[in-house]
């Protein structure tokens, strides 16, 4: 059966109208993406749902969500999260989430462990840890960061990144319509990321609350997350376990959506 | 036309080997405090030299972490400047308000220098460049609505006799009575730089400040720049008065054009070429996509992607020349922009002592008595059909 594109549906939120992809039957899956706002049309989601009744919402600021201007830091994100999973009757669905997806899944989970089935956490950011810095992500040349989040330079993405930056050693004005979307999704991640970086100083004091079965899977060559990130919370989650993936660097989602959906999949149907 | 000496303030030395952004990561070794010492020291002469010549007033800005200003602190620079004149206006372009915590630090510091000139302070309030915001690792996405509150506190600290409280989203203030307060009442004249944002513009007409065009864009940029500013101005159901309007642009005369040019040529690339790289960073959600959008037009303009002098003169990105051709170019710039207020930036980049003094002695003599009479203050500066053409 040949993997159907997901429907782009709209709920209300305190925050604001909130786009919503879905499709598939079966169990319910939340996907959390990262701060590149993948999810249409992504290989990945469309091959879940034909296990699970996939359900991915997109942030406010990313997409066509609304109520940006509403966020200010991770606790407004976990709580809208909350918001979400009311709007869509969710009670505790499993949870899959990447890198900043990741983090927010884990700020859930935390705080509201009941409301998490089984957990999916690929290569989360949320975590500080000396020694392993995250990368940056803001104000970078697209071309520079496209090889810290593909293992895979000819990766279309990548090769997009350098048209990009091409275009700006050209002092060709890009246009504004392509621009958008990664000015909106950049400034969405600064609202909670910026300060501190891409963590939430007190999460790991808090990470043995989470019940929920849990899979870190961590890409072998992800270049913004070091491997240390995942062993943390792999040690810290009760019971969790650990994945790498060879070959696959930070956004996994869109580098090796096969591999990843087989784990996601597994984990998921093989609790309880 | 009030007629204002504005100085940035640059580190004159970075090494010839040194290709890196002058802005956040520069790396602070670079740093010599012996040239510090020797500069600021003479910057500060040549402000002073401006009231001895005739200037209205002089400008300090402030910036942070960078070889482009030294002035991390610009009122410090002003409560010197409020002690070694006497009569120029100061005006401190501007304090980037979401730096200071508590914001009442700008309201007091403001006032203090009110108070030592004598009621010849000009506030400025900025947001502060998109470089600051990695420096003090602020959130840019939360800029502007930080900028907006602390100018609330600042305003009610300065008009309401305290103690007032102050409860808003970033700061809670429970005891807002600061001393001193300013002279000037009910508050100084309060100008605001911008380089063309939407909401800035829309901000500062609705409260009737001055708006100062930042410079290193084409001139065309100014132009759009300024007719929205008065396009604001009148949704708010005003005419903009050219007091209201500022142009801040580099200025260097000679005795000839020739010689202006070759005196000047290399302080300038100096100045664009290895001071600017590094300023225009944008960070997330420092600019509002409305005002980003509208802004792509003149960002190729940018003045780091100069490279010929021809196209410095084009787009009058520095006016330099004998008095003559000054004169000339002013005035017809002027009259394209509106703008009743000149901030000539005299010395740039390696531009030395000599040369800056009897630059500005030449304009003092030479240029500022005649545009005096071109465009005497409270008159119209604008001249509508070269705005249309």
């Known amino acids: 059966m040949s993997p159907k594109p997901l429907s782009d549906e709209r709920i209300s939120s305190a925050v604001g109208k909130i786009q919503v992809w879905r499709g598939g039957q079966g169990e319910a899956l939340v996907y959390l993406h990262s701060a590149a706002g993948e999810a249409a049309a992504t290989p990945l989601l469309e091959e879940l749902a034909d296990s699970f009744d996939v359900i991915a919402p997109m942030f406010p600021g990313f997409g066509e969500s609304e109520g940006m201007d509403e966020i200010d830091d991770i606790e407004d994100a976990a709580f809208h999260l909350l918001d979400v999973w009311?709007?869509?009757?969710?009670?505790?669905?499993a949870v899959f989430g990447t890198s900043l997806g990741g983090w927010m899944a884990a700020e859930l989970a935390?705080?509201?462990p009941e409301k998490v089935g089984s957990l999916v956490l690929v290569n989360p950011a949320g975590l500080y840890i000396e020694g392993a810095p995250v990368g940056e992500i803001f104000g970078r040349p697209p071309n520079e960061l496209a090889r810290d989040l593909f293992a895979d330079e000819s990766h279309p993405f990548v090769v997009a990144a350098d048209q990009m930056s091409e275009m700006a050693n050209l002092k060709v004005e890009p246009p504004f319509e392509l621009m958008r979307p990664m000015l909106q999704s950049l400034a969405a991640t600064a609202k909670v990321a910026w300060n501190p970086?891409?963590?939430n100083p007190k999460l790991v004091r808090r990470l043995h609350r989470v019940s929920a079965p849990t899979l870190v899977v961590h890409g072998a060559q992800d270049r913004l997350i070091p491997r240390a990130h995942a062993e943390t919370y792999a040690a810290r989650i009760p019971g969790a376990r650990l994945v790498d993936v060879p070959g696959a660097g930070h956004l996994m989602s869109l580098e090796k959506p096969a591999e990843l959906a087989g784990l996601v999949r597994e984990h998921v149907t093989a609790r309880g | 036309m009030r007629f204002f000496s504005f100085h940035l303030m640059p580190y004159p030395a970075l090494p010839p080997d040194y290709d890196g952004p002058a802005w956040i990561t520069c790396p602070n070794a670079l740093f010599d405090p012996e040239v510090g010492h020797q500069v600021y020291n003479r910057y500060l002469d040549e402000l002073i030299y401006a009231e001895e010549l005739g200037f209205d007033g002089v400008c300090v800005n402030e910036?942070?972490?960078?070889?482009?200003g030294l002035m991390p602190s610009p009122n410090l620079m002003a409560s010197i400047l409020a002690r070694q004149t006497s009569r120029v206006k100061i005006a401190v372009v501007g304090n980037a308000l979401p730096l200071y915590n508590p914001p009442t630090r700008v309201a007091e510091e403001f006032a203090m220098i009110d108070c030592i000139s004598g009621g010849r302070l000009i506030a400025g309030f900025v947001v502060g460049g998109g470089p600051e915001y990695y420096s003090f690792s602020m959130n840019p996405a939360q800029a502007r609505e930080r900028f907006y509150e602390c100018h609330d506190i600042v305003l009610e600290a300065w008009t309401s006799d305290g103690p007032t409280e102050h409860i808003g989203?970033?700061?809670?203030?429970?005891y807002l009575n600061t001393w001193p307060k300013p002279v000037q009442k009910p508050h100084p004249e309060i100008w605001i730089p911008g380089v063309g944002s939407l909401e800035t513009m829309e901000f500062v007409a609705r409260h009737h400040y001055a708006y100062m065009g930042i410079p290193y864009f084409h001139v065309n940029v100014f132009e759009r720049t300024f007719r929205m500013f008065r396009e604001a101005c009148e949704k708010e159901g005003y005419q903009a008065d050219p007091m209201q309007m500022g142009w801040l642009e580099p200025i260097y005369v000679a005795e000839s054009d020739e010689q202006a040019r070759r005196e000047y040529e290399e302080h300038f690339f100096y100045f664009v070429k290895r001071l600017l790289p590094g300023i225009n960073v944008s960070p997330p959600?420092?600019?509002?996509?409305?005002?980003?959008e509208s802004m792509l037009k003149g960002f190729n303009t940018f003045a780091i992607n100069l490279e010929t002098w021809d196209q410095v003169v084009e787009g009058q990105y520095a006016i330099v020349g004998s008095s003559d051709t000054v004169y000339e170019r002013l005035v017809e710039n002027l009259h394209r922009l509106g703008t009743g207020n000149l901030l000539g930036l005299f010395q740039l980049g390696t531009l030395p002592a000599e040369p800056t003094r009897r630059s500005l002695e030449l304009f003092a003599r030479e240029v500022m008595?005649?545009?005096?009479?071109?465009?005497?203050?409270?008159?119209?500066?604008?001249?509508?059909?070269?705005?249309?053409?």
Do not use: I
């Open chain 2, 285 to 292: 959600g420092y600019t509002t996509l409305r005002s980003y």
């Open chain 2, 63 to 68: 910036h942070h972490q960078n070889a482009y």
């Open chain 1, 110 to 112: 935390t705080r509201n």
């Open chain 1, 86 to 93: 009311d709007q869509l009757g969710l009670a505790a669905p």
């Open chain 2, 169 to 174: 989203k970033h700061y809670k203030l429970r």
């Open chain 1, 197 to 199: 970086y891409l963590h």
């Open chain 2, 369 to 389: 008595p005649r545009l005096r009479k071109e465009f005497p203050e409270g008159d119209k500066v604008l001249r509508e059909q070269a705005a249309v053409a």
